[in-house]
């Protein structure tokens, strides 16, 4: 029989993140801090709004490009948090999922060969859909003596004459790192030199807890070769309502619209009409989390410092990004150990790309009590490895 897969699907290896928990799923008394999921509920009165939805029989497709009043909120929303002005008409596309957009924009963007910038470590859909658009993954390490920020000088090294897209993960899942306004003025004048698009993945711009979150798009001459990418799943804890958004110039737009109408026609009605909601009333919610987030972030950093765990401090997203060189162990074998042998669950830095090998993603979208369980347990082993160190 011949074979029915697809030789380039095969070639993409699987999340390395789920491998951890499908084992923990399995065992009993276990703390994970591996999913980035928000432990809140979705808001009362964003739930409130889905349920009226379905109530008044509003179960019928919207338009592909999502409901009119909703593609407005979203604009009124950057104009107001990032300073960017949009055209909900021509402009805007609703998702399912920031995860989409992230696929659909390289499949309208990429031609075979062309080049795509990826900053690592960071969030592990952007390389396979690099590659399942047809793009050439080009991965920049990103470093810990810079607070795993994105540098002018780590973009100049990789740019070729094949390089069209660079992708700006910040806040950054894993690492917890954001781009201060001096920093993206810097990657834009490179964009801009070497007429580059950027693919800005915001998913986590409402979570950052020193200052207000800088979109590249805002800065001269971005605009217009920026696509910037939202969602609701992190600021308002919406993960299972799949929802998400892209901005930027209607020529991109308009050809992300036809593949999103084809393989999805539109995203899920009443996620629709419960975002309208969480946009229009939904800022104290957003502050109420990040918050607590931030509270936890503190928190963490304290309990680092106690148990003497190296961790540069991240002030955005909900992950911290600690490092374990000095037990002489890679990543996935420190986590598999801490699994087994205290039952915590954290993701190995290699699930975000070669260049996390020696740290580890922990996520505080726990409660302050699994947090302090976990690290108790966390505590007690780095003691136990240390003192075998010294026993060596």
């Not at 276990?30 to 109530?55: A, K, N, Q």
């Not at 002018?152 to 201060?180: Q, S, Y």
């Not at 393989?263 to 996620?271: E, F, G, K, L, R």
């Not at 987030?293 to 002030?315: S, T, V």
Request: with cysteine; charged share 25%.
């Amino acid at each position: 029989m011949r074979n029915p897969l697809s030789k380039k699907v095969m070639s993409i290896e699987p999340s390395g993140i789920r491998k951890f928990f499908d084992i923990a799923n399995e065992m009993e008394d276990v703390v994970s801090l591996g999913v980035g999921e928000p432990d809140f509920d979705t808001p009362w009165h964003v739930r409130d709004e889905g349920i009226y939805s379905l109530e008044k029989g509003r179960t019928f497709y919207t338009s592909n490009s999502g409901l009119k009043e909703l593609r407005v909120e979203i604009c009124r929303y950057l104009k107001r948090r990032c300073h960017i002005e949009y055209d909900p008409l021509h402009e805007t596309l609703v998702t399912v999922g920031g995860s989409e957009a992230i696929d659909i924009a390289l499949r309208a963007m990429l031609d075979p060969g062309d080049e795509v910038l990826i900053p690592q470590p960071s969030y592990v859909s952007y390389l396979p859909c690099v590659v399942l658009a047809d793009g050439v993954p080009v991965t920049i390490e990103l470093k810990e003596e810079n607070e795993f920020r994105l540098t002018k000088e780590e973009l100049l090294e990789k740019i070729t004459d094949r390089t069209k897209v660079l992708v700006l993960p910040f806040p950054n899942n894993p690492t917890g790192a954001v781009m201060r306004r001096s920093d993206l003025e810097a990657i834009a004048e490179v964009v801009i030199e070497h007429d580059l698009f950027v693919l800005s993945d915001e998913i986590y711009s409402e979570l950052t807890y020193q200052g207000d979150h800088v979109s590249i798009a805002s800065l001269p001459g971005m605009r217009e070769r920026t696509l910037t990418i939202n969602g609701f799943s992190k600021s308002y804890a919406m993960t299972g309502w799949r929802l998400g958004y892209v901005c930027g110039p209607r020529d991109i737009i308009e050809q992300m619209t036809k593949i999103h109408q084809f393989a999805i026609m539109c995203a899920p009605t009443t996620s629709q009409y419960a975002a309208v909601e969480a946009m229009r009333n939904g800022d104290e919610d957003v502050s109420r989390m990040r918050e607590s987030y931030n509270q936890r972030r503190r928190y963490l950093m304290n309990a680092f410092q106690e148990i003497g765990l190296k961790c540069f401090e991240p002030f955005g997203a909900f992950y911290v990004f600690p490092c374990i060189k000095e037990f002489g162990m890679s990543s996935e074998e420190f986590a598999m150990r801490l699994l087994e042998e205290e039952h915590v669950a954290v993701v190995p830095g290699t699930a975000f790309g070669d260049c996390g090998e020696g740290f580890l993603r922990i996520s505080y979208a726990y409660s302050i009590e699994d947090l302090k369980i976990a690290l108790e347990r966390l505590g007690r082993f780095i003691g136990k490895l240390r003192k075998q160190k010294c026993q060596d």
